[in-house]
């Protein structure tokens, strides 16, 4: 079964800062794990990708304040994120990407709420 298990949301100050935890079970092999994000009345986007090679892609609106890593195990993945906006606020979605062949998977985490707010 297939898991991909979220914690670290919350309620924080503009400037502060949170850590987010994803980790993975019940998938094979992984080639990048990653975090994407929808706030209310937009589309989801992707926050930071990081793959088995340890290449990371991060979207330039949190370019320099969000950084994403890998745990030891490789199934586990952080966002750190610092210097929080208002505009952070939304759900953050782990995702997890398995290639069979030419065949891509996405496996989701259920989300977690980050609240940027005075």
């Known amino acids: 079964q297939v898991q991909l298990v979220e914690s670290g949301g919350g309620l924080v100050q503009p400037g502060g800062s949170l850590r987010l935890s994803c980790a993975a079970s019940g998938i094979f092999s992984i080639n990048a794990m990653g975090w994407y994000r929808q706030a209310p009345g937009k589309e989801r986007e992707l926050v930071a990708q990081?793959?088995?090679?340890?290449?990371?892609n991060v979207a330039d609106s949190v370019k320099g304040r969000f950084t994403i890593s890998r745990g030891k195990g490789k199934n586990t993945v952080y966002l750190q994120m610092n210097s929080l906006k208002p505009e952070d606020t939304a759900v953050y979605y782990c995702?997890?990407?398995?290639?069979?062949?030419?065949?891509?998977?996405?496996?989701w985490g259920q989300g977690t709420q980050v609240t940027v707010s005075s």
């Open positions: 990081i793959t088995s090679g340890e290449s990371t």
């Open positions: 995702n997890a990407v398995s290639m069979v062949v030419v065949t891509r998977y996405d496996y």
